[in-house]
């Protein structure tokens, strides 16, 4: 058995050896293998004579299951699963797409075109649309380019929100159709 550093201990709300609190147990090796139910006492003996720490991990559970195994070990494979996990996960993201109230033709299919293929690859859109200097009076026109954005992605995306003003900015998110929508 080793001394470990108290604080990475408590944040993991982990229970070591001394600090487990139950009356009974039940104790699993590192491999699985069922040991059975005993006394606190003598799982902390079985761990002490074999060298390993004896881990709560199973709390809820009525006897508590303890796992016995070297500490860091079990840190290390714990950390590493948790690794694997978040790789696993798709993170979406927010990409920005700025519009003026009197954007042009041209720059604005290239701007649905940019949108359109960050939208394919599962992120969402943010659109927002600035207004400089007089531009403030005229929200209506502002909202009319939002609306027709929305309209020209419409077929991939869906707004996720209302449209928002924010100072002198007029905002909208566009979030991607389900894949198993579009074949449906």
């Known amino acids: ?66 796992k016995l195994t070297e500490y860091g070990r079990f840190r290390y494979h714990k950390t590493k699963k948790e690794k694997e996990s978040r790789k696993a996960q798709h993170q979406v993201k927010v990409k920005e797409i700025k519009l003026k109230p009197n954007i042009d033709v041209h720059d604005f299919q290239t701007k649905a075109k940019k949108a359109r293929s960050i939208l ?13 200097g007089r531009e403030i009076l005229h929200i209506d026109l502002g909202e009319k380019v939002l609306q027709q954005f929305a309209e020209e992605l419409k077929d ?14 007029l905002v909208t998110v566009l979030a991607p159709i389900a894949a198993a929508k579009k074949k449906a």
């Open 156 to 169: 991939i995306a869906n707004p996720e929100a209302a449209l928002k003003r924010m100072g002198r900015t």
């Open 1 to 66: 058995m080793q001394r470990f550093r108290r604080d990475v201990i408590l944040k993991e709300n982990l229970k070591i050896n001394r600090e487990i609190r139950a009356d009974k147990v039940r104790v699993v090796r590192d491999n699985g293998d069922h040991v059975g139910v005993m006394p606190i006492r003598e799982a902390l003996e079985l761990a002490k004579k074999e060298g390993l720490d004896l881990i709560e991990v199973g709390s809820s559970a009525n006897p508590p299951v303890c």
């Open 120 to 132: 394919e690859k599962g992120h969402k859109v943010r659109l927002t649309c600035i207004f400089r």
